[in-house]
């Protein structure tokens, strides 16, 4: 069975001076035009080619070797390159731009323009479209996450507590501001943490890895990282919140924390400019 708008792997039925014909089953003959046949492998009929297949300007199903931003059935965030009476056309890495209808446009979007869109596929026209109504395509299963489990987050925007985002394509979660210690934008994917599931359902999230595995976890990488700069480091706990976070990737608050426990053992020394290895 040949899913429209995901990778297939496609049998090869016929070499044409124009490319080839796979085996689409009911959909019939699908053509993979000659510029998307892999140079470095030369395909015979009989053998198996993973492809992705779509509509072309005309509606007719084709295949590509290309790999587009997103899939049907999931979540990116797509640049507006044109909009017309029909619709809002997004670029998503194929030469068709992929529609998205004014009925499923959530707020103004003008040509330049980012947005986080659900890839669907039309029951009416079988076309792959894209919606930012996100909503009807979240929270169809109870959420199963575990505190400080780690999870893919989609940055979709900010709201009046923080930011919005989508936790392993499948639940509405949000970072609290005092959580975002980095600059955040919609379109941006992280690695995040589960926080907290509240009694109704919502779903706080932290940045950072949670309690003592977090705390050995930036201990090791500090300790690392002066091993490799001869055992002195240009930061401390004065440092720019930003020049933490560049260098260890956390908030200044959870590095002071590591730098005190580190202390407290005696392994390091803390300096105004500077931690260093103690000797």
Not at 145 to 174: C, M, R
Not at 189 to 197: A, D, N, P, S
Not at 213 to 239: C, M, P, R, T, Y
Request: glycine residues 8%; charged residues 25%.
């Amino acid at each position: 069975m040949v899913l429209i708008g995901r990778f297939n792997t496609l049998q090869v039925i016929k070499h044409t001076g124009f490319g080839l014909y796979l085996d689409g089953a009911r959909h019939g003959d699908i053509l993979l035009p000659k510029r998307y046949i892999p140079k470095d492998r030369p395909s015979e009929v009989g053998d198996w080619l993973d492809v992705f297949v779509y509509l072309d300007s005309e509606d007719r199903l084709i295949a590509t070797t290309q790999t587009p931003k997103a899939q049907v059935g999931e979540f990116a965030s797509l640049k507006v390159v044109a909009r017309n009476n029909v619709g809002i056309f997004l670029d998503w890495g194929l030469p068709k731009d992929l529609l998205l209808p004014h009925s499923e446009e959530k707020r103004p979007l003008k040509i330049g323009d980012f947005c986080v869109v659900y890839l669907f596929l039309d029951k009416r026209t079988h076309r792959i479209t894209a919606t930012m109504r996100l909503d009807r395509h979240l929270g169809g299963t109870p959420p199963n996450y575990t505190i400080g489990q780690a999870v893919e987050l989609l940055i979709t925007g900010p709201s009046d507590l923080g930011f919005n985002a989508i936790i392993n394509y499948e639940h509405w979660g949000l970072i609290h501001k005092n959580e975002a210690f980095k600059s955040l934008r919609s379109g941006m994917r992280e690695q995040g943490y589960i926080k907290q599931i509240r009694a109704d359902g919502k779903i706080d999230l932290s940045l950072q890895p949670l309690g003592e595995q977090a705390a050995s976890s930036l201990h090791e990488q500090i300790l690392d990282k002066l091993q490799a700069h001869d055992g002195v480091l240009f930061v401390s706990d004065k440092s720019a919140p930003h020049v933490i976070t560049r260098t260890f990737g956390v908030s200044k608050a959870t590095f002071k924390k590591a730098l005190g426990g580190l202390y407290k053992q005696g392994l390091i020394v803390i300096h105004p400019d500077r931690i260093e290895l103690s000797r």
